[in-house]
């Protein structure tokens, strides 16, 4: 099989999306019927490069490589030669003789492009600062064991036009439902990002009217890595955009909240709505180590019969 790579939603087609989510969830499955039996990585290695710090990430992706029998390998900056200014394509091609997948947690997507060029083993994204897909993997996989299949269906997004947003777009796109973006003024997603997706995304500016009638309403903090400094600024732009109980009471009677977490309790969201039974936020973060199964399988395995 030709080596493959994960860099958006983009990167796979709809039919291998949805079997990626059914696998998934037959995954889970499994692991709670027979706990950890299926071990399809012996011997296998993923190497994790991580320039952002991590809690989600790297617990799911280690405890996933762990249950599949195989090792992962924690890898920053600081400890290799990336942090001493070695070409991404040169640690690329090394890595591609020593391991059979490697994950990055990065800041440009750019550079994460290019060490997927010059790599011979799958490439993950596990956050870049234009996409994280792997998490809308376990969004989608989460909706979907909650209300059902999507498509067609409405979500919503209301804060910043960030790298969430970005991959929340292209789920739009290849599992189509529809997105309604809400934003401030200033904090729009990529346009071109936006303007591929069609008709399945419209900009809106009133989050109370976005969240008319939805299936479904995420959001993520205001102020992302490397934005802290814009802390208070941000505060005031997104004033009236939390996310709280009374917003959730103007969406569809079965709404499902998702939040990819940290959640900044009285910021982004009310303090008391991830306890909320329309949360479904603790399953999503849970549901990160299953999809994550499944893709980690599908690059290096290919399909596999549920």
């Not at 550079?111 to 998490?135: K, M, T, W």
């Not at 919503?156 to 809400?182: E, P, T, Y």
Request: hydrophobic share 40%; glycine share 6%.
């Amino acid at each position: 099989m030709a080596t493959r790579h994960f860099l958006t939603l983009l990167d796979f087609s709809t039919d291998e999306l949805d079997y990626l989510i059914n696998r998934a969830i037959s995954i889970k499955n499994g692991l709670k019927t027979h706990g950890p039996t299926y071990t399809p990585f012996a011997n296998r290695t993923l190497a994790m490069i991580f320039e952002k710090s991590s809690t989600r990430t790297r617990v799911s992706f280690e405890t996933a490589m762990a249950q599949f029998g195989g090792h992962a390998m924690f890898l920053s900056p600081r400890d290799t030669q990336l942090g001493r200014g070695e070409p991404v394509e040169d640690t690329a091609r090394v890595l591609s003789e020593m391991v059979d997948a490697v994950m990055i947690r990065t800041f440009s997507h750019e550079g994460l492009e290019a060490f997927a060029r010059a790599s011979q083993v799958p490439v993950i994204n596990a956050l870049s600062d234009d996409y994280h897909p792997c998490q809308l993997l376990a969004d989608i996989m989460t909706w979907t064991e909650r209300r059902g299949w999507v498509k067609g269906r409405t979500a919503v997004w209301i804060g910043d036009g960030n790298n969430m947003c970005h991959s929340w777009i292209n789920a739009a796109r290849q599992f189509d439902f529809k997105l309604r973006i809400c934003c401030p003024e200033g904090y729009d997603p990529n346009p071109g990002i936006a303007a591929a997706a069609g008709d399945r995304v419209t900009l809106m500016r009133d989050p109370q009217q976005a969240a008319k009638n939805a299936d479904l309403i995420t959001t993520d903090v205001w102020a992302s890595m490397g934005q802290e400094e814009e802390q208070a600024k941000r505060e005031a732009d997104f004033a009236g955009f939390q996310v709280d109980e009374a917003m959730l009471d103007q969406a569809g009677e079965n709404v499902l909240f998702l939040h990819c977490l940290p959640a900044h309790r009285g910021e982004e969201i009310s303090e008391t709505l991830l306890d909320d039974p329309r949360a479904a936020v603790w399953q999503e973060a849970g549901n990160r180590l299953h999809a994550q199964k499944a893709l980690l399988e599908f690059l290096m395995l290919g399909r596999v019969e549920s």
